[in-house]
T-cell receptor, first 113, second 115 residues
Framework: DSGVTQTPKHLITATGQRVTLRCSPR?????VYWYQQSLDQGLQFLIQ???????AKGNILERFSAQQFPDLHSELNLSSLELGDSALYFC????????????FGNGTRLTVT | GESVGLHLPTLSVQEGDNSIINCAYS??????FIWYKQESGKGPQFIID?????DKRQGQRVTVLLNKTVKHLSLQIAATQPGDSAVYFC??????????????FGKGTLLTVNP
């Protein structure tokens, strides 16, 4: 058990809808990362927060947004969903932002129909 | 239509044999590398890491080798067990560090251990 908790585990929704994925980092970890894993793209970095502030951005679509709250949990919001957004979404956390292992949750499997 | 999956390299070994999983990285600026194991239905699990000032690091039954000259990373698993069956990813920090540190992942290798 990595200590990173993600909810929900599964989400099925229709195109055009909006969903929110939630992540609680390991106790003591200040940095939260979001990754997308799809069959044809592997693990793709989306965005990183450190102690409530956005620090790094990857190939995150404008329809997607995230935030990290004062209690350090994070939410990833996906809107105007398309079929191609179906994927596994992973949250990871680490103690600090620099060169340390990321610890991953078990992901949210999103299916857009 | 039928979805096209990621064509992962695969490695099939017999239980008890040693396994070697290879990874080529592209960014010469990377100075931190990690191996992860991902089992079906779970998130990537940290195995071992290595910094660029080292060329070898050992853990429990695992060894990571780093060859910066040819930008190659390998993971050696000793006495492979059925529980080692999973997809293995290498990851590097690329040009990132400090406040914008992130990891970039390789495509992964599927390891199958035959009893």
């Amino acid at each position: 058990d990595s200590g990173v908790t993600q909810t929900p585990k599964h989400l099925i929704t229709a195109t055009g809808q909006r969903v929110t994925l939630r992540c609680s980092p390991r106790s003591g970890d200040l940095s939260v990362y979001w990754y997308q894993q799809s069959l044809d793209q592997g693990l793709q970095f989306l965005i990183q927060y450190y102690n409530g502030e956005e620090r790094a951005k990857g190939n995150i679509l404008e329809r997607f947004s995230a935030q990290q709250f004062p209690d350090l949990h994070s939410e990833l919001n996906l809107s105007s969903l398309e079929l191609g957004d179906s994927a596994l979404y992973f949250c990871a956390s680490s103690v600090q932002w620099a060169v340390s292992p990321l610890h991953f949750g078990n992901g949210t499997r999103l299916t857009v129909t | 239509g039928e979805s096209v999956g990621l064509h992962l390299p695969t490695l099939s070994v017999q239980e008890g044999d040693n396994s070697i999983i290879n990874c080529a990285y592209s960014n010469s600026a990377s100075d931190y590398f990690i191996w992860y194991k991902q089992e079906s239905g779970k998130g990537p699990q940290f195995i071992i890491d290595i910094r660029s000032n080292m060329d070898k690091r050992q853990g429990q039954r695992v060894t990571v080798l780093l060859n910066k000259t040819v930008k190659h990373l390998s993971l050696q698993i000793a006495a492979t067990q059925p529980g080692d069956s999973a997809v293995y990813f290498c990851a590097e920090n690329g040009n990132s560090g400090g406040s914008n540190y992130k990891l970039t992942f390789g495509k992964g290798t599927l390891l199958t251990v035959n009893p």
